[in-house]
């Protein structure tokens, strides 16, 4: 068995001229925190997508979890968490997790346990019964995390978790990811918010569809001589374009 | 108000249409189509009713009224006189013939002129000449009244014909010629219990189809689409769920239309209610499936809601809903045959009003079956094509 969770080999995205993912190698470790940073339109959410299935690949390929994607037998290991909000607003948060529990066939006990489990930690026990769309900004994102967390996933894909989270949310959810990293599983996230990447174990670096630099936070902005993410990537940014 | 704030707003929304070239597409099209549709079907009579005609009429040829009305009748397009059985043929087998014909509802009436019918006309004149006792000819008219449209322009046309033939001044009190329709299906068909089965198809597939459409769009646009497709759910699985669970609002919609219609106006319900009930769950389950497969046109709720009349209107005129089909223009009626709906409430009517069974309405279900697996699994490839 290997050891990547995410291998992507020469993956290529066009839409007619123009190129959303160019001839991008990926590779990220079980049991990581992978962040892919880069300014919007960079590929990155395309990157995602293909990863998971939802878009086709102009050429190249990928293996998640050691099975080519689209992947089937191992598509229960997976959750994968889209950039909006993407729960079903006009039903409860019960019967949004039930709904996804189902599809992962959970049987009855254990999807009582998770939702349990994952009410208390994403802090929505007591709404439990509430209509999505009555909830705040904050509770649907954390409603949203959790629909992608109910079968316990071996692998995440999380596209911008924080965009539209308040800072005092973000910070809780990035302590969800350090907690599910602590649990053995592997996180790929991506994010425009390049300050917050630092608590990832690799990052990396996209622009115009490509990767640019990928490596632990400290060791990028040590190559780049400085003091944070953001400093880096424009500093690799400045290299890559010359 | 200051104007210029109204002027900036009325810009913007002008502004937002300009980069919408679909939305402008529609607000050009869609009234076009409605105007035509409403135009031709509106302004159109019924026509081409397919009749036989039993003459048995035994006075020659030159001298036979029957005959002219007949000449009469085929002068116009009202009738198609599918079959004509002349005095030398037609018995009382071709009045069987014809009777079977209207039973099965492959010819709207059968016309019958008795053996004498010439003869007693010409006596009923004289009386009337002489102001002595009439004894009327009979011309017997076999209709299948489902439809009380074609019903009545069947009458009125012989009437017109007999008036013509005969050049009699009208509101005579007791007419040399008197017709005796007789009623195959329908007897107490009223308007009411023509349209009942029209409007239930009609409300069937519009909140299938909007329904399906909203749906979808807003399925697309929250990105939840994405993450169902994420799961191990299949693409065949998400539309058959889709498609239970619509096709069962429209069933349950069909129920509430059925039982108001029975309780309020008292409407026939021949047949059994359970065929109807299956019929238009095909439709609803059809309907669905076109509903996803527009919503992919579709970019946003706002394009779907304008994808909304270019289904529904030709669906309310042409489907033999209000009006029967034989007044669709005939170069409307291969799009009328196109529509599921027609067959729909072609089947509901044919069940409630002549009380057939499954097997008298199996066109209707294949082609619905037909319409709902076509939908049904062109949506499931839909969904499986990835960008």
């Given at each position: 068995m290997s050891d990547e969770a995410v291998l992507g080999k020469g993956m290529r995205k066009e839409y007619g001229e123009l190129v959303a993912v160019d001839d991008l190698d990926l590779r990220v470790q079980k049991g990581l925190l992978y962040g892919l940073i880069g300014p919007n339109g960079s590929g990155k959410t395309t990157t995602i997508k293909m990863l998971v299935g939802l878009l086709s690949f102009s050429r190249g390929e990928a293996f998640l979890l050691g099975e080519k994607v689209p992947v089937r037998e191992k598509k229960k290991l997976i959750g994968y968490m889209p950039q909006e909000m993407a729960t079903y607003t006009d039903i409860t948060v019960h019967e949004n997790l039930e709904l996804f529990a189902q599809l992962y066939s959970m049987d009855e006990a254990s999807f009582s346990r998770r939702e349990r489990e994952l009410l208390s930690m994403i802090d929505l026990a007591d709404r439990k019964h509430s209509v999505v769309s009555q909830l705040s900004g904050g509770m649907k994102h954390r409603t949203s995390l959790a629909c992608t967390l109910i079968h316990d996933p071996e692998l995440l894909f999380l596209d911008e978790p924080t965009v539209g989270v308040d800072p005092e949310l973000r910070v809780g959810f990035w302590k969800y990811f350090a907690e599910l990293k602590s649990r053995g599983k592997t996180v790929m996230l991506t994010t425009h918010y390049m300050d917050e990447a630092v608590r990832c174990d690799v990052v990396g670096m996209m622009r115009s569809g490509r990767l640019i630099a990928e490596g632990p936070p400290k060791t990028l902005m040590q190559e780049t001589g400085t003091n944070d993410l953001e400093s880096a990537f424009l500093e690799f940014s400045r290299r890559d374009a010359i | 108000m200051k104007v210029q704030r109204v002027l900036a707003i009325a810009r913007k929304n002008l502004r937002s249409l300009r980069h919408d070239r679909r939305t402008i597409a529609f607000i050009v099209m869609v009234p076009l189509l409605m105007i035509s549709l409403f135009g031709y079907t509106f302004g159109g009579e019924v026509r081409d009713v397919s009749v036989y005609i039993v003459n048995m009429d035994q006075a020659p040829a030159n001298q036979s009224i029957a005959a002219s009305i007949i000449?009469?009748?085929?002068?116009?397009?009202?009738?198609?006189?599918?079959?004509?059985?002349?005095?030398?043929?037609?018995?009382?087998?071709?009045?069987?013939?014809?009777?079977?014909?209207?039973?099965?509802?492959d010819i709207w009436a059968a016309i019958v002129f008795d053996e004498n019918f010439t003869q007693t006309t010409l006596e009923a004149l004289d009386a009337l000449r002489g102001g002595s006792h009439v004894t009327p000819a009979v011309l017997q008219v076999l209709i299948d009244g489902t439809n009380p449209n074609i019903a009545e322009a069947v009458i009125t046309e012989v009437q017109t014909s007999v008036q013509k033939v005969l050049v009699l001044p009208p509101n005579l009190l007791v007419p040399p010629i008197v017709m005796s329709p007789q009623l195959e299906y329908g007897e107490d068909a009223r308007f009411i219990d023509?349209?009942?089965?029209?409007?239930?198809?009609?409300?069937?597939?519009?909140?299938?189809f909007m329904l399906s459409i909203l749906s979808f769009v807003h399925e697309r646009g929250a990105s939840t689409l994405d993450r169902l497709l994420?799961?191990?759910?299949?693409?065949?699985?998400?539309?058959?769920?889709?498609?239970?669970?619509?096709?069962v609002v429209g069933l349950a919609q069909s129920v509430v239309i059925l039982t108001a219609a029975v309780l309020l106006f008292d409407i026939q319900i021949a047949g059994s209610a359970l065929l109807v009930l299956l019929l238009i769950f095909l439709l609803g389950v059809g309907n669905q499936g076109l509903g996803f497969l527009l919503s992919s046109v579709a970019k946003n709720e706002f394009q779907a809601v304008q994808l909304i009349p270019l289904i529904l209107f030709p669906s309310i005129l042409l489907a033999g809903v209000f009006w029967p089909l034989e007044a669709v223009p005939s170069f409307l009626q291969p799009v009328s045959y196109a529509l599921p709906l027609t067959y729909a409430v072609e089947g509901c009517r044919s069940v409630m009003i002549r009380g057939w069974g499954p097997g008298d309405v199996m066109l209707q279900l294949v082609v619905l079956l037909a319409f709902a697996a076509v939908m049904l699994l062109l949506s499931t490839y839909g969904l499986k094509r990835r960008r």
């Amino acid at each position: 068995m290997s050891d990547e969770a995410v291998l992507g080999k020469g993956m290529r995205k066009e839409y007619g001229e123009l190129v959303a993912v160019d001839d991008l190698d990926l590779r990220v470790q079980k049991g990581l925190l992978y962040g892919l940073i880069g300014p919007n339109g960079s590929g990155k959410t395309t990157t995602i997508k293909m990863l998971v299935g939802l878009l086709s690949f102009s050429r190249g390929e990928a293996f998640l979890l050691g099975e080519k994607v689209p992947v089937r037998e191992k598509k229960k290991l997976i959750g994968y968490m889209p950039q909006e909000m993407a729960t079903y607003t006009d039903i409860t948060v019960h019967e949004n997790l039930e709904l996804f529990a189902q599809l992962y066939s959970m049987d009855e006990a254990s999807f009582s346990r998770r939702e349990r489990e994952l009410l208390s930690m994403i802090d929505l026990a007591d709404r439990k019964h509430s209509v999505v769309s009555q909830l705040s900004g904050g509770m649907k994102h954390r409603t949203s995390l959790a629909c992608t967390l109910i079968h316990d996933p071996e692998l995440l894909f999380l596209d911008e978790p924080t965009v539209g989270v308040d800072p005092e949310l973000r910070v809780g959810f990035w302590k969800y990811f350090a907690e599910l990293k602590s649990r053995g599983k592997t996180v790929m996230l991506t994010t425009h918010y390049m300050d917050e990447a630092v608590r990832c174990d690799v990052v990396g670096m996209m622009r115009s569809g490509r990767l640019i630099a990928e490596g632990p936070p400290k060791t990028l902005m040590q190559e780049t001589g400085t003091n944070d993410l953001e400093s880096a990537f424009l500093e690799f940014s400045r290299r890559d374009a010359i | 108000m200051k104007v210029q704030r109204v002027l900036a707003i009325a810009r913007k929304n002008l502004r937002s249409l300009r980069h919408d070239r679909r939305t402008i597409a529609f607000i050009v099209m869609v009234p076009l189509l409605m105007i035509s549709l409403f135009g031709y079907t509106f302004g159109g009579e019924v026509r081409d009713v397919s009749v036989y005609i039993v003459n048995m009429d035994q006075a020659p040829a030159n001298q036979s009224i029957a005959a002219s009305i007949i000449a009469d009748l085929q002068s116009r397009n009202t009738l198609d006189v599918k079959q004509l059985f002349g005095p030398e043929t037609a018995t009382s087998a071709s009045v069987a013939l014809a009777r079977e014909k209207v039973l099965d509802a492959d010819i709207w009436a059968a016309i019958v002129f008795d053996e004498n019918f010439t003869q007693t006309t010409l006596e009923a004149l004289d009386a009337l000449r002489g102001g002595s006792h009439v004894t009327p000819a009979v011309l017997q008219v076999l209709i299948d009244g489902t439809n009380p449209n074609i019903a009545e322009a069947v009458i009125t046309e012989v009437q017109t014909s007999v008036q013509k033939v005969l050049v009699l001044p009208p509101n005579l009190l007791v007419p040399p010629i008197v017709m005796s329709p007789q009623l195959e299906y329908g007897e107490d068909a009223r308007f009411i219990d023509f349209f009942a089965p029209g409007v239930m198809g009609l409300a069937a597939m519009m909140v299938t189809f909007m329904l399906s459409i909203l749906s979808f769009v807003h399925e697309r646009g929250a990105s939840t689409l994405d993450r169902l497709l994420a799961t191990p759910v299949t693409e065949g699985e998400i539309i058959a769920g889709y498609a239970l669970a619509f096709g069962v609002v429209g069933l349950a919609q069909s129920v509430v239309i059925l039982t108001a219609a029975v309780l309020l106006f008292d409407i026939q319900i021949a047949g059994s209610a359970l065929l109807v009930l299956l019929l238009i769950f095909l439709l609803g389950v059809g309907n669905q499936g076109l509903g996803f497969l527009l919503s992919s046109v579709a970019k946003n709720e706002f394009q779907a809601v304008q994808l909304i009349p270019l289904i529904l209107f030709p669906s309310i005129l042409l489907a033999g809903v209000f009006w029967p089909l034989e007044a669709v223009p005939s170069f409307l009626q291969p799009v009328s045959y196109a529509l599921p709906l027609t067959y729909a409430v072609e089947g509901c009517r044919s069940v409630m009003i002549r009380g057939w069974g499954p097997g008298d309405v199996m066109l209707q279900l294949v082609v619905l079956l037909a319409f709902a697996a076509v939908m049904l699994l062109l949506s499931t490839y839909g969904l499986k094509r990835r960008r």
